[in-house]
């Protein structure tokens, strides 16, 4: 079963020198438990079609259909909860909050979905030592190595257990070894049924796919 | 982990901002908070001056409440009004230029101010007797505090007091008194001299029979009846008087003579509000936008607009709310600080504030910070609820 599809999607962005098309008609459709790996060069449009599908951005042509539902049709309060709930989203940057705890990062989503407390307490304990930083929940982004925020990160991803991983350039900041680490990670959590799509320069990374797609100038062309 | 919780940590997080922002609206807080305290303070001090005294009707003569010009026929308005049911207590005031001089030949400038029955309230003893209880001597008198160090004079001592009516050159003799006690006057200026004595007592000194007219009768109303009503009585009583309450004093003076200060305040204290948004607005901004791509994270992993903003209305309270708790102390040193200032301008009654504290006062203070903080707020409120995600996102990778 699909959790999301891409039909047909354009996007368009609007530039002082006339219009620049990031995608062109891609279609694309990623089912459970599926682990799915995009690569191409920068500016390609990976991204682009990362954040159409994750439901942050919205498609100039064609429609995004996550679960049955098309995102169009969702207000912008659903399809925030939409992200909250069935989408884990993994940057690049890791953008944790640096003024949270590594728990307290992961908490934040369970507490904005409505989790009880002691429910957060118990999920938020359970990834850490999910993710090997058991002994790093009391600290702050800060001081935590890039490996560490970045595993911090896909634990904060995973806290509302949801359908789809989303990774835009995950290993883009760390090193090989730490990369791998990451790569291990992304493993285990799509063993465990989390579909995953991941977008990288990242080969190693991307070969952990069981499906790799391309893409040049805004088109899937494998 | 509630949005209060969040603003909490953020503002712990960027320490030098915060305690700048902090510091910005302690210091402003503190001026919109004199500017409050001084719009109405004169007034407050005023009326409290006019309660103090004990009378609450004031009858003056043709001049008007600002200018002293004697009331004609005084003693027996006087005898009018103790007959009234709403009346309960009359005292005639007559005030004179002088000069007292003391056992050590020191001479000086004084108000010689002669008052019928007691007139406790008008000034505060605070050494020896009041008028009332010297009893048996001819020509009590209440010096002024600096009037009795000027003099070496203390309850028990003679002075002499020569009347120098206005206009008249004065070739009255003097006539000795005795202190019965030094007192402070409510309305006696820093720096003005003034001896208060028996209106006959001033009567000898000036030479003026005991009929002679008064500057300023005071009544008080009964508990019962009221100074409204005590003052429609008295104009029945006797049409033409210039009669007022002290809430019609009050009023007077507040239209004419206070109002200058209340429009100066209220430009200043609008003035600072606006200062403590523009602060507390650019910090705002200026952390938010050093913010963005965890903002832009923050709404994609699926936290509403909702908690952002009340994320960032929670900073701009804090913010405002420590710098505006720490304004009230730090507000009433400067208060204190410039009243001292002030009062020292010639021809105020000592007793006089311009800086007075009221619960409105606070309770305006705080409406303002809290005006201030939801305003400065607002625009990146708006900033982050109108964030592209996506574009803000690639913004962030790309820069």
Partial sequence: MDIVRANDVSRVFPMPAGPVAALRRVSLSIGSGEHVAITGPSGCGKSTLLHL??????????????EGRDLASLSEADRTRLRLTRIGFVFQRFFLLPMLTAAENIELPQAEAGAAAAARRSRTRELLAYVGLGERADHLPSQLSGGEMQRAAIARALANRPALLLADEPTGELDEATSDTIADLFDRVNADGTAILVVTHNHALASRASRRLAMRSGQLVA | MSALHLAWRTVRRYRAQ??????????IGALLFDMLLLSRGLLLSFADLLERAGYDVRIVGGGGMTLRMPIPGSAGI???LRGLPEIETVALVRILPARVAGRNGTSVSAALIGVSGAASGVWTIVRGVDLDRASGEPCPVIVGRTLADALHAAPGDDVRITAEPAGVRSALPPIVCRVAGVGQFAFGGAGDETVATTLEALH??????RAGDADLILARSRADAGAAAAVAAIQRARPGLAVYSNDEVLEQFNRNGFAYFRQISLVLSSLTMVFAFLLVATLLTVSVNQRLGEIAALRAIGIGRRRVAAMLLWESALLVGVGGLLALPLGELLALGLDRILRQMPGLPEQLHFFVFEPRALAVHVAVLVVTAVAAAAYPMWVTSRLPIAATLRREVVG
Avoid: K, N, Q
């Avoid at chain 1, 599908?53 to 996550?66: E, K, N, Q």
């Fill in chain 2, 204 to 209: 000898r000194a000036s030479g003026e029979d």
């Fill in chain 2, 78 to 80: 006087a005898d009018t």
């Fill in chain 2, 18 to 27: 915060t305690l700048l922002a902090i510091a910005g609206v302690a210091v």
């Fill in chain 1, 53 to 66: 599908l994750g439901g942050v951005d919205a498609p100039t042509a064609g429609s995004i259909v996550f």
